[in-house]
Each structure stands twice: as structure tokens, then as C-alpha cells.
């Protein structure tokens, strides 16, 4: 995987969720392990995204990658609870 990733790492593409200009790097990284979870919709028209994603993640991975997001407000809550426990309350 990462032989084939750093040959689109100076991509870049606008990010509709951030507004600007970002590399594939970025977008294969933001989630951590997982790049992020719009970058077919973002790429399909300049690499082969869909080659990449599945030559470099597992079925489990990608259904992940591809899971609609959180509702806000359950995102909110579980930010909410994650600070209280680190500040232990």
C-alpha cells in the first residue's frame, strides 16, 4: 500500500468538508488508520481511487471507511464524555 499511496501523496483536490486545498496524503490519513470516509466521492475523477482503496484495505475496513457519520449530537456527546474522563470527573 504505501508504495502506491506516496505516488498521489502531492495530489491535491479541494476538500468539500474543510473548504481549501488538501494533498491524498491528507485525505488517506485524516482518520487515523482510515483516510477519509469522502475520499471516493473526492478523487474518482483523478486516480483510481477505487483500486487503491481496495488493494490497500480489508472488506471490514472499508465498510468502516464508507459507514455514513455519527449524528452531530451523538458526536457532541461522546466528545463530551471522552474530555470528562480524561479530566476525571
Known sequence: ?????????????????????????????????????????????????LGFLNSSFSEEELLQITAPPKPKLLQIVELARAARDRNGQ
Open 1 to 49: 500500500m504505501q508504495q502506491r499511496a506516496v505516488e498521489f501523496d502531492e495530489l491535491s483536490t479541494r476538500c468539500p468538508m474543510l473548504g481549501h486545498q488538501v494533498p491524498f496524503s491528507y485525505c488517506r490519513q485524516c482518520g487515523g488508520a482510515l483516510p477519509c470516509r469522502k475520499i471516493a466521492d473526492c478523487w474518482s475523477g483523478r486516480i483510481d481511487i
